[in-house]
């Protein structure tokens, strides 16, 4: 059988590559963290310049030399010699490799470099338009954002419809023939769910969130959690930024950030939680085939079910506060000295319709992306244009939600996602919150008292079992491959359905 041995030449290619995106990564991290805001123009040259550098060598005649000695360019199918096999890894690092190739050689250099330094810049100028409320600021910015997402997509090719090729780049496989049944499975459960929580006679008081927390204790106690979750700060760091997110630049420097309110204690502590899940996965690939698609994550899909499972299925959970919940007491003893443990479970798993998706329950949350995902199509198929968006965004809040946003930052402005170009992104939460439940069923059924051992705060269990079932293999298997292997089947909407239906049930004594 042939190994990943025969393929060093290529690996050690595609390692100066990756270098270069974490180099660039590096820079863009700064921006969002501690970049000061006279460098904007200049870090988007400099980001833009990197992005085109690793591009170019990645479709250069280097790599299709390397490459085309063991796959077909035009199939993708590995070509045997002297009728010996590539074994499984080899095979996976092939596939994997011909899809970043062939996709990355129909884009053209100086498009790549373009779409980058926009985005970059489109970036800083979102930041800055939020805080303001001031969408027609970054109006300019995101129609020239929209026009080259729309090229990227014919230079792809699609099938049906242009943002099937933007879905793809961030969950292989991913189409809008296939998601939309999916969402409406889990919409004609959701939203009869949420009238009966409506309807219900109990009400649940989540006043005690937003007295007044000291933001420094807020950071420590985020910084208490990740600790115990296993989120190496060796390998890493915490810091804040305006949208919390994950980068990560090899598995032994990968970063994560928060934000913090004074006035909003879930805030910080469920985005510490929620990144220290992307942060776990990245830190847990592994390390010698770092640049290669085996040392990468396999799906955003994938990637946002850790950070879900880490944030509902265990933060939100009542073992979980069993164990942390007289620790917040401590660090916040004159706000939560009179609220009991059920009291705080029962307020931080409240259902309410809200504005912010990252702020949003279980519950609603898949409303907030089935919105996103409606608007992207609308946008990137030409049918809406990105001056109709505030309107459009509060129409289909008060439709889905039944509220309707005050202003342009608590509205369309709130998501980082359009300034950087990602659209296609969204529907992987969704799959990650399904994935979140399937996975997290598993870990029940194979580590029969895990519930006790995250009771007793005993929280490396989990994080030891995702790492042997699903961090540590990269790109090694598809993500319905990696499902199926972990669970037994494919991805099903009924794990999660099942679970909010049991325990909002029991929350709100249906």
Not at 81 to 110: F, I, N
């Amino acid at each position: 059988m042939k190994t990943l041995k025969m393929l060093e030449e290529l690996a050690s290619q595609l390692r100066e590559i990756q270098r270069i995106n974490s180099a660039a990564s590096v820079l863009s991290w700064d921006q969002e963290t501690h970049m000061p805001a006279g460098g904007g123009i200049a870090r988007a040259e400099q980001i833009a310049t990197l992005q085109g550098v690793a591009h170019q060598k990645l479709i250069s005649t280097d790599t299709e030399r390397l490459l085309k000695t063991s796959v077909d360019l035009t199939t993708g199918q590995p070509l045997d010699h002297d009728g010996e096999l590539w074994d499984e890894p080899a095979q996976s690092l092939l596939r994997e490799v011909w899809r970043d190739y062939s996709r990355a050689k129909k884009l053209p250099s100086d498009f790549v470099i373009k779409l980058s330094r926009e985005c970059s810049l489109a970036q800083q100028v979102w930041a800055e338009a939020k805080e303001d409320n001031a969408f027609a600021d970054f109006l300019p910015n995101l129609r020239t954002v929209l026009a080259l997402k729309r090229e990227e997509a014919q230079y792809l090719g699609f099938v049906e419809s242009p943002y099937n090729a933007l879905l793809d780049v961030y969950e292989p496989g991913a189409t809008i023939a296939g998601l939309r049944p999916l969402f409406a499975q889990l919409k004609a459960r959701l939203v009869p769910l949420l009238k009966k929580i409506q309807n219900s006679a109990v009400r649940i008081d989540d006043s005690v969130l937003f007295h007044s927390y000291d933001t420094a204790r807020q950071m420590e106690f985020g910084r208490l959690v990740l600790i115990a979750m296993g989120y190496d700060f060796e390998r890493g760091r915490l810091d804040l930024s305006a949208h919390p997110f994950t980068t990560s630049f090899h598995p032994t420097d990968v970063r994560v950030t928060t934000r913090v309110h004074e006035h909003d204690l879930a805030s910080c502590l469920f985005s510490c939680i929620h990144e220290g899940g992307h942060g776990l996965y990245d830190q847990g690939l592994d390390p010698l085939h770092y640049g290669t698609p085996l040392g990468d994550s396999v799906s955003l899909g994938i990637h946002e079910s850790q950070s879900r499972m880490w944030e509902n299925c265990v933060g939100r959970s009542r073992a979980f506060w069993r164990f942390f919940y007289p620790v917040l007491q401590q660090t916040f003893h004159h706000q939560l000295r009179s609220v009991d443990t059920e009291h705080f479970y029962a307020a931080i798993n409240r259902v309410k319709p809200s504005f912010i998706r990252v702020e949003a329950d279980e519950l609603t949350y898949n409303l907030h992306i089935m919105l996103r995902f409606e608007i992207e199509q609308d946008l990137i198929e030409g049918r809406t244009k990105a001056d109709d968006l505030p309107d459009l965004w509060n129409q289909k809040m008060k439709e889905y939600l039944g509220i309707t946003p005050s202003t342009d930052a608590e509205g369309v402005l709130q998501d980082v996602h359009w300034s950087f170009g990602a659209f296609g992104y969204f529907p992987t939460y969704t799959l990650g919150n399904l994935y979140a439940v399937q996975f997290y069923e598993q870990a029940r059924l194979e580590i029969p008292h895990l519930e006790d051992e995250i009771a007793a705060g005993q929280l490396l269990v989990l994080r030891r079992w995702l790492g042997q079932k699903i961090h540590r293999w990269g790109r090694m298997f598809t993500p319905e491959r990696l499902a199926q292997r972990v669970t037994g089947v494919s991805l099903t909407p009924e794990p999660f359905l099942r679970y909010v239906e049991r325990k909002y049930g029991e929350l709100y004594k249906l």
